[in-house]
């Protein structure tokens, strides 16, 4: 087969993969596909995590009750405001009690980027963090790149566009194959 066919055969593969989606574990690895996550907003819209296949999505879990959740937000907003026309979606995940949801709602007026209860997810492979804050980054593709854990200091509008930068330069299959 000629070079230009392989080309064509690998890319509709990867479409093919892409498109039916593939099982995920309960965990979210750096490296694995994200598991499903579909949760219904505050506001009333629905956050589904494989309808946004071909973004970058960042995925940060907070509560209000947590000072390092708060001190990052502001990090999170201003990332989310630049960054978010090119192409990169974000979610909030309280997880706060169901008692607390005003608390939630309060919070979430301040940010631009959408937030929702953890409690709401309707499908919610990633579980219960261990700890709070805790962020991924899933690119195009589906596939967890980077995950900013408690105790690394937090998430820095600098450390997000580290991790997001990189995988908005990086082209899809379909690009490839129109090329």
Partial sequence: MELGK???????????????????SASADVGQFAPALVVDEIGG???????LRGKVVVINFWATWCP???????ALDAFYRQYHA???EMIGLST???????????AAKSLNYPVAMLEDAKDNGFGDPT???ETFVVDATGVVRAKFEADDNGVTEQSLA??????????TPSEILVH
């Fill in 6 to 24: 392989k080309v064509i055969a690998i890319g509709l593969l990867l479409l093919t993969l892409l498109s039916t989606g593939c099982p995920a």
């Fill in 131 to 133: 700890a709070i804050p």
């Fill in 162 to 171: 580290a991790a997001v930068q990189p995988l908005l330069q990086v082209q």
């Fill in 45 to 51: 819209s629905k956050f589904d995590l494989a309808a």
């Fill in 96 to 106: 706060d009690r169901p008692h607390d949801r005003e608390d939630v709602e309060s």
């Fill in 86 to 88: 090119k192409g990169v």
């Fill in 68 to 74: 390092p959740c708060r001190k990052e937000m502001p």
